[in-house]
């Protein structure tokens, strides 16, 4: 049975994963979250052509001398128009919002500062040479950066390419998963509970954690007991994934199924100096990385939150969850020799509330944290010590 720290662990398991996706171009739709892998330069200038802020009249602005100025309207253009005919001296051509300003004029006066009457306008306000008119270029030039490469893709850098008439953006290929969970007494959310069971929590929290943390999970499997079921389940699983996480099934009882099935395949199960946490188990199968944590609930989200999730993040780009330092209300004392990993609250003063106790069955009070309280020994309240955002 070997024995690991908490640093030796995530070594073995970095080690293992090792995971670098090359770069895939997906569709703009598809990009939300996920990080750009290269700089994007503008293949245009932005606005694509000089045109119109304004609903109004496009006019030269030397003819507007003593106010008002009665001009001859000779036209409309309308946003979409290909060509406008230049304006001529001494006349306006009414222009809407996104229309092409004609050559010739220098300014657009709104609407509302002009009366219409017949074939003539009547401007009651003087504008400046460039007032309502939208330069080529002026948002940006082509060639200049439009995303660089890292930045997490939101609406806004999406709508900037579009703009930009760019359709695919590169981003690195998403980190497919595989998650399984095990145990006899597993049920559906949604079933009636017999006796004994339980509702399965872990599959839906790693395959959340995953997609959190910017992976695929291409499969997510509840398994039973059975050593030979467990097994077809993980060789397929292993087929399809890059990684397959499983939870429970590898501590020392005797329906240990993930146990019985990766350690005969050479799997390192052993044990961690943390809580919860404690038993874990990583193996490679059929040339996938596999990581199995403890099936108790909080034991399973701590395991994938410290061991996977930072690999995962930086796989799609991801910028790693920092931990900050925090002010503890109470103390704690973790097991003798193993680093603890309790749920708290952070407060806006730096402070950090334990939240319920140390148990890893406390999976509905965890929903109520949003940090996990990592301590190394005892410690007092008052003392700084580390915390990790959920
Ligand atoms: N004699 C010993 N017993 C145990 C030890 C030990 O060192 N010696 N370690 C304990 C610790 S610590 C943990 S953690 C658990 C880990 O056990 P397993 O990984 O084998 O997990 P299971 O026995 O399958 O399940 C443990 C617990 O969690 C519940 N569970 C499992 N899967 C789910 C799921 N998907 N959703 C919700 N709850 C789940 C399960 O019903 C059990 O209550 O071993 C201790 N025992
Ligand atoms: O080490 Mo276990 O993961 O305490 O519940």
Aim: glycine letters at 10%.
């Amino acid at each position: 049975m070997g024995r690991r720290t908490v640093e030796e662990h995530a070594s073995a398991v970095a080690a293992l994963l090792a995971l670098a996706p090359e770069p895939e171009s997906v569709p703009l739709a598809a990009a939300l979250g996920r990080a750009c892998a290269e700089d994007v330069r503008s293949p245009v200038d932005l606005p694509l052509f000089r045109n119109s802020q304004m609903d109004g009249y496009a006019i030269r602005s030397s003819d507007l001398g003593d106010l008002p100025v009665r001009l001859p309207v000779l036209g409309v253009i309308p946003a979409g128009a290909t060509e406008p005919a230049p304006l001529e001296h001494g006349a306006a051509i009414r222009i809407m919002t996104g229309a092409p300003v004609p050559a010739g004029a220098d300014a657009v006066v709104p609407v509302e500062d002009t009366a219409l009457d017949g074939d003539a306008v009547t401007i009651r306000r003087v504008r400046s040479a460039g007032e309502f008119v939208r330069e080529r270029g002026s948002d940006v030039g082509a060639g200049d950066l439009l995303v660089a490469a890292g930045t997490v893709l939101a609406a806004r850098h999406l709508a900037a390419l579009a703009a930009a008439g760019v359709a695919e953006v590169r981003v690195p290929r998403r980190v497919r998963v595989a998650v399984l969970t095990t145990g006899a007494e597993l049920i559906e959310p949604g079933e009636t509970p017999r006796a004994g069971q339980v509702f399965d929590a872990n599959r839906v929290a790693l395959l959340a954690g995953c997609q959190e943390a910017g992976a695929e999970v291409v499969l997510a499997e509840k398994v039973s007991d059975d050593p030979a079921e467990f097994e077809r389940v993980l060789l397929g699983a292993a087929d399809a994934a890059d990684v397959v996480l499983t939870s429970g099934g590898i501590s020392r009882g005797d329906f240990e199924v993930v146990r019985q099935v990766v350690e005969p395949r050479g799997a390192w199960v052993g044990e961690i100096a943390m809580q919860p946490g404690g038993p874990q188990a990583t193996a490679e199968i059929e040339g996938t990385p596999v990581v199995c944590f403890p099936g108790n609930p909080v034991s399973t989200q701590v395991s994938f939150a410290v061991f996977v999730r930072p690999l995962l993040r930086a796989a799609a780009g991801l910028a790693p969850v920092a931990a900050l330092p925090a002010v503890l209300t109470e103390p704690v004392e973790p097991p003798a020799g193993k680093r603890q990993f309790r749920r708290g609250r952070l407060d806006e003063n730096g402070h950090v509330h334990l939240v319920a106790g140390p148990g890893s069955h406390l999976v509905a009070s965890m929903a109520a944290a949003d940090v996990l309280v990592e301590v190394a020994g005892p410690r007092a309240a008052g003392d700084t010590v580390a915390v990790i955002p959920l």
